[in-house]
């Protein structure tokens, strides 16, 4: 009888005994309760810790210290605030406008341009009309 003849007649008979074994006699259900009791006997648990507060304190106060170190570093290459800067140079005074209530251009100066509005014409693409409602 050639080998594979014999698998062929084997296997089936191997199979249908294991399974006889393991369910019908409660061999299957021995192993399993074995490994719940086992299981239960030692019960793992994650603890989990935070950070040390005294290490984060020490890492604040480090961020802290390059903070300020950086500021000051900042502080030295500017100069003193002011030294040798003029911040009106190159412009003129303001002249006062007067207010008249009730008037819609109250308050602006004579001179004053405004807004420019020509570009909301570029916009509409020439369609004002057909945009006016």
Same mark, same amino acid.
């Given at each position: 009888?050639? =080998?594979?003849e @014999? ?7 191997? %199979?249908q #005994? *294991? ?8 061999? @299957? /259900?021995?192993? +399993? =309760? !074995? +490994?719940?009791r086992?299981?239960?006997a030692?019960?793992?648990? !994650?603890v %989990? ?6 290490? *984060?304190?020490?890492q604040? !106060? ?11 570093r900042?502080?030295? /290459?500017?100069?003193? *605030?002011g $030294?040798?800067?003029? +911040?009106?140079?190159? #412009?003129?005074?303001?002249?006062e &406008?007067? #207010? !008249?209530?009730?008037?819609? @251009? /109250?308050?602006? &100066?004579?001179?004053d341009?405004?807004?420019?509005? /020509?570009?909301?014409?570029? @916009? $509409?693409?020439g369609?004002w009309? &057909?945009?006016?409602?």
């Amino acid at each position: 009888m050639k =080998s594979n003849e @014999l698998k062929k007649v084997l296997k089936p008979l191997i %199979k249908q #005994t *294991i399974k006889e074994v393991l369910l019908e006699e409660g061999v @299957l /259900s021995q192993v +399993v =309760s !074995e +490994v719940v009791r086992g299981m239960g006997a030692q019960t793992i648990t !994650e603890v %989990k810790r935070g950070p040390d507060p005294a290490e *984060i304190r020490k890492q604040e !106060e480090a961020l802290e210290r390059q903070r300020q170190e950086r500021i000051k570093r900042l502080n030295e /290459s500017v100069g003193p *605030i002011g $030294a040798g800067i003029n +911040v009106f140079e190159n #412009t003129k005074p303001i002249r006062e &406008a007067k #207010t !008249e209530p009730g008037k819609a @251009l /109250s308050g602006m &100066a004579p001179n004053d341009p405004g807004v420019d509005i /020509s570009g909301i014409m570029k @916009l $509409a693409g020439g369609k004002w009309d &057909a945009l006016k409602g």
